[in-house]
């Protein structure tokens, strides 16, 4: 008996215990932290100067840890996950062969690459008991860039920048609206979940007060996705948790000022029409800003109400039968109404359908139409586009990273896109149906560690979160933003860790000597690619201030780290034509499309390098790879005018 009684030495073993295992789970809250509040801050991670420190610093993590430890609680799930992630990025690399475009391809091995090693060095790093941090950390990031973002709103004059663009959507420091919605989304169902499962009291408090300003920042995106993928992943949340009466109380507790927050932010003129002056926005931002401070504490203190029930009253099952019995009869009679007025399941299919195939409002001055409207905005012809292009390239695809390139081939493409706007239309047209295999095979692997950790009080939460991230990249192109992404893979390694059994091993020698192997080809890679890429970048940085002879310093050091792209010499070119030496700028345009003669933009510059007939064959090519190209009629007839006004001034 006397092993069961409370003395003051196994207290104290007992703190010791946990504070170990506090800092054995620590690191992989600080990297997975510290790579998403990196890459997101650096515009989501879309540019490829991101990508080679993301990744070398990601894997020098797995290397370091495979020299220094090598003791981890990882099993077999988590190396089904990372391998098909490896496996994705490997089908990648080897599109490369295949591809329309081995330049593009070679830049989508480098962003799978950040993917892969975010991934390994979470999974490796993590512990299951301290999965709790983990999940706090990454709200806390997500809250933090949130709250700068919604900064920049509220005070416009002091943190705004206008981005034509985005058009007064919220947009920084991702860059992009609906990937800042789908990203706020994600922390707004995670800080329910913090609210609803979390046993700490500081935890629930926080977490309400940060669904305020997620929920405010979300809104100000005016991003439809993002609301509707918010909407599916608090339905799964609900659904996989057994404690719902929990969960919909913390949703009720939180919702409600998180809610007021938006209803308030939306009746303000100044902040959700494009045509605002400056100074009334400004006023109207202090005053929100006041307003959403007040709320926020409401939602601090909704998370502390929780918490204070859930631990003095007991919930009888009467109450938790009568409760669920409610929403059924409440959900019944919602689709009794919505029959009623829109017809039957067919008929609704076919009218939501067609609003979502019809063209965007027209009245874009105020933003708040926007949110409803249902209209894809020209997203079934981008995926109608796809599957042209997988029709075209059935076998492999087109090689990834391609969909710009055979979008501006099509004589319809009326609007100039990289992305199709779908992970799963554009995976399924560039790397095939192998390719999409893969991708859904490893995004899955997360779902199952759900069900298998079904009773881990942070699953629901998360697995609405990832849920959410899923269903927004089917309908946009989440996926190019790699901090965006990486952001829903940690997720996704949490459910992972979440079904582990808890035991600690050592990799055996062997293993850890092929993983610092592959860490070190991989880094190697990682480190030409971000050298190659920030050499192409300074390279147009120096063209743009007229500084020639760095311009092509830059544009020499690049060719020399990229020897299988054509931009280096496009870029080259370039510096020369602004020096006004058309013929080494000719020269250069020439080599790049030796290296690439898909590139339409490569033929465009030639032509305006050169004259004559060879001009003529130039704009040729250049309509003949991009027919619809405005830029290309527009400078064709600059041109056209320059060799007139040319004639017209020779003496005859």
Same mark, same amino acid.
């Given at each position: 008996m006397r092993g069961?009684?409370?003395?003051?030495?196994?207290?104290?073993?007992?703190?010791?215990?946990?504070?170990?295992?506090?800092?054995?789970?620590?690191?992989?809250s600080?990297?997975?932290?510290?790579?998403?509040?990196?890459?997101?801050?650096?515009q989501?991670?879309?540019?490829?100067?991101?990508?080679?420190w993301?990744s070398?610093?990601?894997?020098?993590?797995?290397g370091?840890?495979?020299?220094?430890?090598?003791?981890?609680?990882?099993?077999?799930?988590?190396?089904?996950?990372?391998?098909l992630?490896?496996?994705?990025?490997?089908?990648?690399?080897?599109?490369?062969?295949?591809?329309?475009?081995?330049?593009?391809?070679?830049?989508e091995?480098?962003?799978?690459?950040?993917?892969?090693?975010?991934?390994?060095?979470?999974?490796?790093?993590?512990?299951?008991?301290?999965?709790?941090w983990?999940?706090?950390?990454?709200?806390l990031?997500?809250?933090?860039?949130?709250?700068?973002?919604l900064?920049?709103r509220?005070?416009?004059?002091?943190?705004?920048?206008?981005?034509?663009v985005?058009?007064?959507?919220?947009?920084?420091?991702?860059?992009?609206?609906?990937?800042?919605?789908?990203?706020?989304?994600?922390?707004?169902?995670?800080?329910?979940?913090?609210?609803?499962?979390?046993?700490?009291v500081?935890?629930r408090?926080?977490?309400?007060?940060?669904s305020?300003?997620l929920?405010?920042?979300?809104?100000?995106?005016?991003?439809?996705?993002?609301?509707?993928?918010?909407?599916?992943?608090?339905?799964?949340?609900?659904?996989?948790?057994?404690?719902?009466?929990?969960?919909?109380?913390?949703?009720?507790?939180?919702g409600?000022?998180?809610?007021?927050?938006?209803?308030?932010?939306?009746?303000?003129?100044?902040l959700?029409?494009?045509?605002?002056?400056?100074?009334?926005a400004?006023?109207?931002?202090?005053?929100?800003a006041?307003v959403l401070?007040v709320?926020?504490?409401?939602?601090?203190?909704?998370?502390?109400?929780?918490?204070?029930?859930?631990a003095?009253?007991?919930?009888?099952?009467?109450?938790r039968?009568?409760?669920?019995?409610?929403?059924l009869?409440?959900?019944?009679?919602?689709?009794?109404?919505?029959?009623?007025?829109y017809?039957?399941?067919?008929a609704?299919?076919?009218?939501?359908?067609?609003?979502?195939?019809?063209?965007?409002p027209?009245?874009?001055?105020?933003l708040n139409?926007?949110?409803?409207?249902?209209?894809?905005?020209g997203?079934?012809?981008?995926?109608?586009?796809?599957?042209?292009i997988?029709?075209?390239?059935?076998?492999?695809?087109?090689g990834?990273?391609?969909?710009?390139?055979?979008?501006?081939?099509?004589?319809?493409?009326?609007?100039?896109?990289?992305?199709?706007h779908?992970?799963?239309?554009e995976?399924?047209?560039?790397?095939?149906?192998?390719g999409?295999?893969?991708? +859904?095979?490893s !995004?899955?692997?997360?779902? %199952?560690?759900? =069900?298998m $950790? *079904? @009773?881990t009080a942070? &699953?629901?939460a998360? /697995?609405?979160?990832?849920v959410?991230?899923?269903?927004?990249?089917?309908?946009?192109?989440?996926w190019?933003?790699?901090?965006?992404t +990486?952001?829903? !893979?940690?997720?996704g390694? %949490?459910l992972? =860790?979440? $079904? *582990? @059994?808890?035991?600690? &091993?050592?990799?055996? /020698?062997?293993?850890?000597?092929?993983?610092?192997?592959?860490?070190a080809v991989?880094?190697?890679?990682?480190?030409?690619?971000v050298?190659?890429?920030?050499?192409?970048?300074?390279?147009?940085?120096?063209?743009?201030r *007229?500084?020639v002879?760095? &311009?092509l310093?830059?544009a020499?050091?690049?060719?020399q780290?990229?020897?299988?792209?054509?931009?280096?010499?496009?870029?080259?070119?370039?510096?020369h034509?602004?020096?006004?030496?058309?013929?080494?700028?000719?020269a250069?345009?020439?080599?790049?499309?030796e290296?690439?003669?898909?590139?339409w933009?490569?033929?465009?510059?030639?032509?305006i390098?050169?004259?004559?007939?060879?001009r003529?064959?130039?704009?040729?090519?250049?309509?003949?790879?991009?027919?619809?190209?405005?830029?290309?009629?527009?400078?064709?007839?600059?041109?056209a005018a320059?060799?007139r006004?040319?004639?017209t001034?020779?003496?005859?």
């Open positions: 069961d009684v409370a003395t003051p030495e196994s207290a104290g073993r007992r703190h010791r215990f946990a504070h170990a295992d506090w800092l054995a789970g620590a690191p992989a600080v990297v997975a932290g510290g790579a998403i509040a990196g890459l997101v801050s650096a989501g991670g879309y540019f490829p100067t991101s990508w080679g993301a070398t610093a990601l894997l020098w993590v797995v370091l840890w495979a020299v220094a430890s090598g003791r981890t609680e990882a099993g077999r799930l988590d190396l089904v996950f990372v391998g992630l490896a496996l994705l990025a490997a089908w990648i690399s080897l599109s490369v062969a295949w591809s329309v475009a081995p330049a593009l391809t070679m830049l091995v480098q962003r799978a690459l950040v993917l892969v090693a975010g991934a390994a060095a979470v999974l490796v790093l993590a512990r299951k008991t301290q999965l709790g983990l999940v706090g950390t990454v709200l990031v997500i809250t933090g860039i949130a709250t700068y973002s900064a920049t509220l005070f416009p004059e002091q943190l705004g920048s206008y981005d034509p985005a058009v007064y959507r919220l947009s920084e420091p991702v860059g992009y609206w609906n990937g800042l919605g789908i990203f706020c989304a994600m922390g707004f169902v995670l800080a329910l979940g913090v609210v609803a499962f979390e046993t700490r500081l935890g408090v926080l977490a309400g007060a940060s305020v300003v929920a405010a920042a979300l809104y100000f995106t005016y991003s439809r996705g993002a609301w509707l993928a918010l909407a599916a992943g608090l339905l799964v949340c609900l659904l996989a948790t057994p404690h719902r009466l929990r969960a919909i109380a913390a949703t009720v507790a939180v409600v000022p998180a809610g007021l927050g938006v209803l308030i932010a939306s009746r303000s003129e100044a959700t029409q494009q045509a605002s002056d400056l100074t009334r400004a006023d109207d931002g202090r005053r929100l006041l401070l709320l926020a504490s409401a939602g601090a203190f909704g998370g502390f109400l929780v918490h204070v029930v859930e003095r009253f007991h919930v009888p099952r009467a109450l039968v009568g409760v669920a019995a409610v929403l009869v409440a959900a019944l009679a919602a689709g009794a109404v919505l029959v009623d007025r017809g039957s399941p067919a609704m299919t076919e009218r939501a359908w067609d609003a979502f195939d019809a063209p965007p027209q009245n874009e001055s105020d139409s926007r949110l409803f409207s249902f209209s894809s905005n997203r079934v012809e981008l995926w109608s586009a796809a599957r042209d997988y029709d075209e390239h059935r076998a492999l695809g087109s990834a990273g391609t969909f710009e390139r055979l979008w501006q081939q099509r004589g319809d493409s009326t609007v100039r896109v990289r992305d199709a779908g992970l799963y239309a995976t399924l047209a560039e790397l095939g149906i192998v999409l295999v893969i991708l +859904l095979g !995004l899955a692997i997360p779902l %199952v560690g759900s =069900v $950790a *079904r @009773g942070t &699953a629901p998360v /697995t609405g979160a990832y959410a991230f899923l269903v927004h990249a089917g309908v946009d192109w989440d190019e933003l790699a901090g965006v +990486l952001t829903a !893979l940690v997720l390694c %949490v992972v =860790v979440a $079904a *582990r @059994g808890g035991i600690v &091993a050592l990799v055996p /020698t062997s293993g850890r000597l092929a993983l610092g192997i592959g860490v991989a880094s190697l890679a990682a480190i030409v690619g050298l190659g890429s920030s050499a192409l970048a300074h390279a147009q940085s120096a063209i743009d *007229r500084d002879p760095d &311009a310093v830059e020499d050091r690049a060719r780290l990229m020897p299988w792209s054509g931009r280096p010499w496009l870029v080259r070119g370039e510096a034509l602004a020096a006004g030496d058309t013929a080494a700028a000719a250069s345009f020439r080599r790049s499309i290296i690439d003669d898909r590139d933009r490569a033929w465009l510059d030639l032509a390098a050169t004259e004559g007939v060879p003529r064959q130039a704009l040729d090519r250049a309509r003949a790879l991009y027919p619809k190209s405005t830029e290309i009629v527009r400078i064709a007839a600059q041109l320059l060799e006004g040319r004639q001034a020779e003496p005859e």
